[in-house]
């Protein structure tokens, strides 16, 4: 079992930036972001997987940075030029298997959630 503490939520204006990170109780292999709005389906943010590769959907590509220290066994996602649609409950994910990392089913283990409120 792996259980995963994410932080660094909160209230921010459009334009600005938030770091959240993740950490992980054990080693893990794949590791990603997925947001959840009111009233939407859960949908893939970034991942990060062995050997590390790197994705992102498009609407945050070249906006947010997903990167891992896996010394500490925990993740972060830069999220740069915040927009009031990426106000989201954001939801870290992890695998000890090397997956596709996109997929909900790519992952095992789930955090509690973060909000992230973006308004003027």
């Known amino acids: 079992q792996v259980q995963l503490v994410e932080s660094g939520g909160g209230l921010v204006q459009p334009g600005d930036s938030l770091r959240l990170s993740c950490a992980a109780s054990?080693?893990?292999?794949?590791m990603g972001w997925f947001r959840q709005a009111p009233g939407k389906e859960r949908e893939f943010v970034a991942a990060i997987t062995w050997p590390p590769i790197t994705s992102y959907t498009d609407f945050v590509q070249g906006r947010f940075t997903i990167s891992k220290d896996d010394a500490k066994n925990t993740l972060y996602l830069q999220m740069n030029s915040l927009k009031t649609e990426d106000t989201a409950v954001y939801y870290c994910?992890?695998?000890?298997?090397?997956?596709?990392?996109?997929?909900?089913?790519?992952?095992?283990?789930w955090g509690q959630g973060t909000q992230v409120t973006v308004s003027s």
């Open positions: 994910a992890a695998s000890q298997r090397v997956t596709y990392g996109r997929r909900l089913s790519d992952y095992d283990y």
């Open positions: 054990g080693r893990t292999f794949t």
